[in-house]
């Protein structure tokens, strides 16, 4: 079973940059998917960011392309997002996911991270 922990979430200012992380444990976590998720108070979690296994494939929310980062390490077994430019509408709960093995499909999440973004 994997664990997901997420860690960096903060308060900042409108503008200012936060990198998030997050740790895999248990199965193996290279050759598989991984991504980041948002949920804002009253809304539906959102899809922020992903990325193939081997970092060679990048895919981003239209509205933090050009402002966040995603990077993995597989030798860390860690997940990463650079959050730039911050704006308050960026104010979540982000959380790290991770495919199920041999499939494309997102399996395992972990319990989130909080971001707030002052204007």
């Known amino acids: 079973q994997e664990q997901l922990v997420e860690s960096g979430g903060g308060l900042v200012q409108a503008g200012g940059s936060l990198r998030l992380s997050c740790v895999v444990s248990?199965?193996?976590?290279?050759?598989?998917?991984m991504g980041w998720f948002r949920q804002a108070p009253g809304k539906e979690r959102e899809f922020v960011a992903s990325?193939?296994?081997?970092?060679?494939?990048?895919d981003y929310l239209d509205s933090v392309r050009g402002r966040f980062v995603i990077s993995r390490d597989n030798a860390k077994n860690t997940l990463y997002l650079q959050m730039n430019s911050l704006k308050p509408e960026d104010t979540a709960v982000y959380s790290c996911?991770?495919?199920?093995?041999?499939?494309?499909?997102?399996?395992?999440w972990g319990q989130g991270t909080q971001v707030t973004v002052s204007s």
């Open positions: 248990g199965r193996t976590f290279s050759r598989r998917r």
């Open positions: 990325i193939s296994w081997d970092a060679g494939t990048t």
């Open positions: 996911a991770i495919s199920k093995p041999f499939s494309a499909n997102w399996g395992y």
